[in-house]
């Protein structure tokens, strides 16, 4: 009796951390903290803000995150301008999220231009990966 | 004798039905599929010459708006790809068809501004439309297998 059950609690256990903590993903967290001048701690409710505020300041196909990634993290999202489906970004969905630093700094480049017209600032990339990783 | 039998028969099964004069060889390169294919359809080279590619390599700061760029050994390793399985070079399946058409004056950047895939795009409005195609360059959007380089589903 007592056997199964700790074998399905050592399967529990090893199945929690696939969209728990990643140390690639916690590093670029901690560099964003670093460059990001009197750093009090990342907010989610801001990440939220800046994944569904209209922005409207670059391309017009893509006035806001959610024009390309949908209203919803954990939904494929799809590519506004070109039509490519895009995997969900939640990491509840997908572990691999904001785990390799130069895809995380490319896109964030990329897609803070075309929907903010600026880049991002570190504070503002933490949020948004701190948001999504509650999602 | 046997043998050469063999071959023959390893090489009618290793040519797919599909190889036909519409079939493009696909892009095999894992890096090219992962840089070139993450905001659209990495598409086969076959269907550009290689000083289209070059070209497009030595604009990809302004990529169709977009800024594109990338470290320069990723940057040298695509151009390479590109350029030795452009359309001119490697010329297998539709490439031939599609440089045929080229004149030799010209180097598109856009494949969708091609004669070849103008001519085979002579579509009414509302099927650019559809809210599914978003671009004339969403290829999988109506070829649903055009990863794999088939195009003749339409």
């Not at chain 1, 006035?63 to 799809?78: E, I, L, M, V, Y």
């Not at chain 1, 999220?97 to 490319?106: A, H, M, P, S, Y």
């Not at chain 2, 095999?28 to 659209?40: A, I, M, Q, W, Y």
Request: positive net charge; hydrophobic residues 40%.
């Amino acid at each position: 009796m007592i056997r199964p059950l700790m074998l399905s609690a050592a399967l529990l256990l090893a199945a929690a951390p696939a969209f728990a903590a990643d140390a690639r993903r916690d590093a670029i967290l901690a560099d964003y903290a670093k460059a990001d001048s009197g750093h009090t701690g990342f907010s989610a409710s801001r990440g939220e803000s800046l994944f569904r505020t209209q922005w409207k300041g670059g391309d017009e196909r893509t006035p806001s995150c959610t024009a390309c990634h949908t209203d919803n993290p954990r939904q494929n999202g799809r590519n506004a301008k070109t039509g490519r489906p895009i995997d969900p970004v939640a990491v509840s969905v997908n572990s691999k999220r904001f785990t390799d630093v130069d895809l995380v700094e490319k896109q964030f480049t990329r897609d803070c231009k075309s929907v903010l017209g600026r880049e991002c600032t570190p504070r503002e990339k933490g949020d948004y990966i701190t948001f999504m990783m509650g999602q | 004798m046997r043998k050469f039998i063999l071959a023959a028969g390893l090489a009618l099964i290793a040519l797919p039905a599909w190889a036909g004069d519409d079939w493009m060889p696909p892009v095999t390169d894992p890096l090219v599929k992962k840089e070139c294919g993450s905001c659209h359809m990495a598409f086969q080279p076959g269907f550009l010459p290689a000083r289209s590619w070059n070209k497009m390599m030595d604009g990809l700061a302004d990529h169709f708006g977009e800024d594109a760029s990338l470290p320069a050994d990723k940057a040298a390793a695509i151009r390479a790809y590109l350029v030795n399985n452009a359309g001119d070079v490697a010329g297998q399946g539709r490439a031939r068809k599609a440089m045929g058409r080229l004149s030799s004056a010209d180097t598109p950047i856009r494949i969708t501004d091609t004669p070849d895939f103008q001519r085979k795009h002579r579509l009414p409005d509302w099927r650019w439309k559809d809210p599914k195609v978003v671009t004339k360059s969403n290829c999988p959007a109506c070829h649903v297998e055009a990863e794999r380089g088939l195009y003749e589903d339409d």
